[in-house]
């Protein structure tokens, strides 16, 4: 019976991940493709064409992010986007979600190339025990002036996800650096 239930749960190792993987991609895909209707019914592609193209939304997803790149790389579309922020922490809630998804795209996608760069020993969830995290910078806004501390920005992975993780604010004097 141990043998029976050892294969099982090596059968479903390989499986689920393979799986979920398949699930979250296919969601994503049908997601973007719902960007079509954003265009007018007959300039759809499915329209024009006669029939359905699976993915196609992406295509036009990744376009609309490249377009508002464009926009938003020059001093006019800056402004637009200074202006749009500005609204947006006006609003209560709006303003605390949109502030941290702010900060995480900000610290994943950083062009000064120093996103996850140092490798750090930290001690979390609490004193004694040793955790693996990454600097993802140095804390320079309303937290260090509160704190008054030198304080670095620290991402801790969790496991098996190490996507998804906690972000964490240690004063500098408490960590580790690794090679």
Do not use: C
């Not at 377009?67 to 006019?76: D, H, S």
């Not at 490798?119 to 509160?146: C, H, N, Y």
Request: charged share 15%; glycine share 8%.
């Amino acid at each position: 019976m141990s043998l029976l239930r050892r294969y099982l749960v090596a059968g479903l190792l390989v499986w689920m991940p393979l799986g979920v993987t398949l699930l979250v991609v296919r969601v994503l895909v049908n997601w973007m493709d719902n960007s079509l209707l954003l265009i007018p019914e007959a300039y759809r592609p499915e329209t024009l064409l006669g029939f359905h193209i699976p993915g196609i939304g992406v295509v036009l997803s990744l376009l609309i992010v490249f377009i508002t790149g464009v926009l938003a790389a020059n001093l006019f579309g800056r402004s637009l986007v200074s202006l749009w922020e500005h609204i947006l922490a006006r609003i209560p809630l709006v303003r605390s979600v949109y502030s941290a998804a702010k900060q995480l795209a900000e610290t994943v996608f950083s062009e000064k190339g120093k996103s996850f760069r140092k490798v750090l020993l930290i001690e979390f969830p609490r004193r004694g025990l040793w955790t693996i995290a990454f600097q993802t910078g140095a804390d320079i806004g309303e937290a260090q002036a509160k704190t008054g501390a030198d304080v670095i920005n620290v991402y801790v992975p969790t496991t098996p996800n190490p996507t998804g993780g906690y972000f964490v604010m240690v004063p500098r004097s408490e960590v580790i650096e690794l090679d």
